[in-house]
């Protein structure tokens, strides 16, 4: 497949995320034909049906979303569940009518945090983006252990096993998504 656009989401907002630091190594590895790009969810306020007018940040993420064939969640896990940040973007973008800008698209979940690898977390996910009729890769999985020389110094992912899994998932990905087009 030709240009598959890849959206990634980060629940995580502190600069030193080893979540975002798993997009990034997303990033720099796509296979080719992959563009992914990591949205700014630092701006996002809580979703709020009052609000008079969508906020600029969330309009600028469904401008986003609207370009993306496809999903890359980092999904950080807080309390064993979903990071807010994360799970406000989505409830933002599943507003717009029909759930047009996620119905149908596929994705890929990943995760860094204790030793259970977010997979608790990630698992809430799933079902989540079960009502947001997300096509969801299943194999490999994602979860990596923050907190066991994963990352450098400069917070750069530097193991060699979640690294060949991110290459993994991503190459899934894109073959989910020639699947769907079809
Ligand atoms: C509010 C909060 C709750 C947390 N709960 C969990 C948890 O349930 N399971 C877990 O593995 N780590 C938990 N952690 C630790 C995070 O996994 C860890 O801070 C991780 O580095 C967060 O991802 P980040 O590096 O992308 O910010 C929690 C952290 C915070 C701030």
């Known amino acids: 497949m030709s240009g598959l656009k890849v959206l990634a989401l980060c629940g995580s907002l502190r600069a030193k995320s080893t979540n975002k630091a798993l997009v990034e190594y997303a990033i720099a590895n796509a296979p080719e034909g992959m563009q992914i790009e990591l949205a700014d969810l630092s701006e996002l306020p809580f979703y709020n049906a009052d609000l008079p007018a969508k906020p600029a940040a969330v309009e600028r993420l469904l401008a986003q979303f609207a370009k993306a064939d496809a999903l890359l969640l980092a999904c950080p896990e807080y309390n064993y569940s979903i990071a807010p940040a994360l799970k406000n973007a989505l409830d933002w973008v599943s507003r717009e009518p029909n759930n047009e800008l996620m119905a149908g698209k596929v994705a890929a979940i990943m995760g860094s945090g204790g030793g259970m690898g977010t997979s608790r977390a990630q698992y809430h996910l799933r ?21 066991a020389n994963t990352f450098d110094a400069e917070g750069k992912l530097t193991d060699e096993r979640v690294q060949s899994l991110i290459v993994q998932q991503l190459g899934a990905l894109q073959e989910l998504a020639l699947r769907f087009k079809n």
């Not at 079902?127 to 907190?147: I, R, T």
């Open 127 to 147: 079902q989540v983006c079960v009502f947001l009729d997300l096509h969801l890769v299943n194999k490999p999985e994602v979860f990596c252990n923050a907190f």
